[in-house]
């Protein structure tokens, strides 16, 4: 039997079809062409890298800088976030790590021979779970591609990003032991935004924690983030933790963690990122 066609007078529904059509169409060229774009970033490597300082709010030195690396501003990336946030939806997340990771380690060693910086200075590097999961990785690549830049594991601090990408923490805290045994450590970031990260936090055992910067927006006005810090403050004390407050972006905020006895801290009120290794270590002497 034969579908009948519709009336004349009903092209609704032909309508709507043709234009989510039109839509999914559009969309799928558009993915299409950010897939390709991306593949040129990492084959020509026009990330910029970026490092921001983390400064110990007590005593005013620099415990070390956060690599970040960010692509082309372009119609297709209009920003940092919709790029990375791309990348999770592809099959190029453990490669683009890996390319993360050796265009990392190979920056830094030439920023620190330019700006004649000690060659133990400490780098923390966002790495994806994944990556520190894969065989080869665990297998002394990283600590090989380390000494190729004169670098070592120890001055090395794996950040942990998408913490939701950890099903099995049992499992994962071997695989960091691991890494911790070669003498590399471990910080969980975005720390009080969400479930992830406090189970992350307690299972993990992470030698820093980065708190959230909406826990660090004027925290001096808001009793309620002041208590939550205060919180992660003592778990941080009872388990031998360093904790960083990331997103710091106003003096009335430092002078607050200070007060509040926070070790270390980070955000454009210190110093935004920057291309080369930019010294902070004055800002409270």
């Known amino acids: 039997m034969k579908t009948p066609l519709l009336p004349a007078s009903d092209k609704s529904g032909l309508y709507h079809y043709t234009t989510y059509f039109y839509h999914a169409t559009q969309q799928y060229l558009l993915s299409c062409r950010r897939y390709y774009e991306l593949q040129k970033i990492i084959r020509t490597q026009t990330l910029t890298t970026f490092f921001q300082p983390i400064l110990n709010l007590q005593e ?39 390319f993360c990771r050796d265009l990392s380690f190979k920056r830094l060693s030439a920023a620190l021979n330019e700006a004649e910086k000690p060659k133990d200075t400490v780098v923390f590097v966002n790495i994806h779970p994944q990556v520190l999961s894969d065989s080869n990785y665990r297998s002394g690549e990283t600590i ?86 205060k919180l992660l403050q003592e778990f941080a004390a009872d388990s031998g933790t360093y904790i960083i407050a990331e997103g710091i972006e106003e003096m009335e905020e430092i002078a607050f963690l200070r007060e509040e006895g926070i070790q270390y801290g980070q955000g454009y009120a210190i110093k935004k990122p920057a291309t080369e290794l930019a010294d902070v270590s004055l800002l409270f002497s």
């Open 60 to 98: 005013g030195s620099c415990l070390g800088y956060e690599v970040l690396n960010r692509p082309p501003i372009s119609s297709l990336f209009p920003d940092t976030e919709s790029f990375y946030e791309f990348i999770g939806y592809t099959d190029q997340v453990f490669a683009f790590e890996c």
């Open 144 to 229: 090989q591609l380390l000494a190729r830049y004169g670098l070592s594991p120890q001055q090395v601090v794996f950040e942990l990003t998408e913490k939701q990408a950890v099903h099995d923490y049992v499992a994962f805290e071997r695989i960091l032991s691991h890494y911790r045994s070669q003498g590399f450590r471990i910080a969980i970031d975005d720390a009080g935004s969400g479930y992830n990260s406090l189970k992350a936090i307690v299972s993990l055992k992470p030698e820093f924690i980065k708190l959230d910067k909406s826990l660090v927006r004027h925290i001096h006005l808001y009793p309620n983030q002041q208590h939550v810090v």
